[in-house]
């Protein structure tokens, strides 16, 4: 299974990495790590970094050394010195393809778990087969379901 994350921040930025599986079974951010003006973006470019990190998820890589350092460099190729920095003002969702739809996942920010959780319930999917405008359209409608 293919994998990314999105992490929209309201200055109109978007940072967006793939997510690879190690063989612990352990999903962490992996490169290519993106930043970009998304309104400055044609579908198309949209469409082509998009797949561009969801071709890039791996599974059965090795586990970092120290997940620390590794959060610390996954912050440090987006230009932030914490996590709080990187998450302050912004809605993550994550992007998985399944067979042949692309599978959009709003999440929450969960306090009591310092961390985002899935919204299931709210999922949005479409064919990859259609359109790159309706992609991205089905892509915004999931953004705008995030907390």
């Excluded at 912050?75 to 912004?90: E, I, P, R, T, V």
């Excluded at 969702?93 to 009591?112: A, L, M, Q």
Aim: net charge neutral; charged share 25%.
């Amino acid at each position: 299974m293919k994998s990314a994350e999105l992490l929209f921040k309201k200055n109109g930025e978007v940072f967006m990495h793939s997510s690879s599986l190690t063989k612990s079974n352990i999903w962490i951010g992996s490169p290519p790590f993106l930043r970009l003006k998304w309104s400055h973006l044609t579908a198309a470019e949209k469409m082509g970094f998009l797949n561009e990190v969801l071709d890039n998820s791996k599974t059965g890589i090795e586990n970092p050394v120290s997940f620390k350092d590794y959060g610390g460099r996954l912050l440090k190729n987006y230009g932030f010195l914490n996590w709080s920095q990187l998450y302050k003002d912004a809605k993550l969702c994550s992007i998985k393809i399944e067979g042949n739809e692309y599978v959009f996942t709003p999440t929450f920010y969960d306090s009591s778990h310092f961390g985002y959780e899935g919204v299931t319930e709210e999922i949005e999917r479409i064919n990859s087969s259609a359109g790159q405008n309706e992609i991205i359209l089905v892509l915004q409608k999931a953004v705008e379901k995030c907390r």
